[in-house]
């Protein structure tokens, strides 16, 4: 809006009283008071009122943490006498087990051999573990919901003219040039 057409405005906003009384006067019925709905013509565009007002957003936050990372290792404690030999009788038992005639006796050996070594290597005995093996950085996000100030349209500045004046009024919705909207005018007479 130019500086011209503002300084209009500002005038005819501030003899806004006189005005309407003096329009009002040409309506007033001798008998008393009396309300009118009228159409008026919208003069511009209407203009944004923004005010600053406080709200919930939601907000992205974001941090680095570490991660571990895990593998497995084996060792640890060394087997012990009676868990070699318990893993050869084992074995033993069980190659006695699957071995028939002639080749009982070998199985039986066998079996005990393997399973005195896998008694030694500690697969029975459980020694290999989880154990962290280094750590990876990883970003982690969540969203919270923030109070923020934030600008919002919170109505609308209509320019009309009635009466043969320009007037300004606060509405809700908004109006483009040369529409029409509907004002009520109450006239009460002036004692």
Same mark, same amino acid.
């Given at each position: ?6 300084l209009t ?9 006189? $005005? !309407?009384?003096? =329009?009002?006067? +040409? ?6 008071? @009396? #309300? ?7 003069? &511009?565009?209407?203009d944004d009122?923004?005010?600053? %007002?406080? &709200?919930?957003?939601? %907000?992205?936050?974001?941090? *680095?943490?570490? /991660?571990? /990372?895990? +593998? ?12 070699? %030999?318990?893993? =050869? ?8 087990? *699957? ?19 896998? #008694?030694?290597?500690?697969? !029975?005995? +459980? ?6 093996? +280094?750590?990876? &950085? &990883?970003? *982690? @996000? ?10 919002? *349209? ?7 003219? !009635?009466?043969? $004046? ?13 529409? !029409?909207?509907? %004002? ?8």
């Amino acid at each position: 809006m130019n500086k011209m057409t503002r300084l209009t405005l500002q005038k005819a906003t501030k003899q806004l009283t006189l $005005n !309407f009384a003096l =329009a009002a006067a +040409g309506l007033v019925l001798a008998s008393g008071a @009396c #309300a009118q709905t009228m159409l008026v013509k919208v003069l &511009q565009k209407s203009d944004d009122i923004v005010s600053q %007002v406080y &709200q919930e957003v939601p %907000v992205k936050s974001c941090r *680095v943490e570490q /991660i571990p /990372i895990y +593998g497995a290792q084996s060792g640890g404690k060394q087997p012990s006498t009676a868990d070699v %030999v318990a893993g =050869a009788i084992f074995g033993g038992l069980m190659g006695n087990a *699957v071995g028939g005639g002639k080749g009982k006796d070998a199985a039986t050996l066998l079996g005990a051999i393997a399973g005195a070594d896998l #008694a030694n290597k500690g697969s !029975f005995s +459980g020694n290999s573990k989880q154990v962290i093996t +280094g750590q990876r &950085q &990883q970003e *982690v @996000c969540d969203v919270v919901m923030q109070q923020r100030s934030v600008n919002q *349209v919170t109505g609308y500045k209509t320019y009309i003219e !009635f009466g043969g $004046n320009v007037w300004q009024m606060t509405t809700t919705i908004p109006y483009t040039k040369g529409e !029409f909207l509907s %004002v009520n005018v109450d006239i009460t007479p002036a004692e």
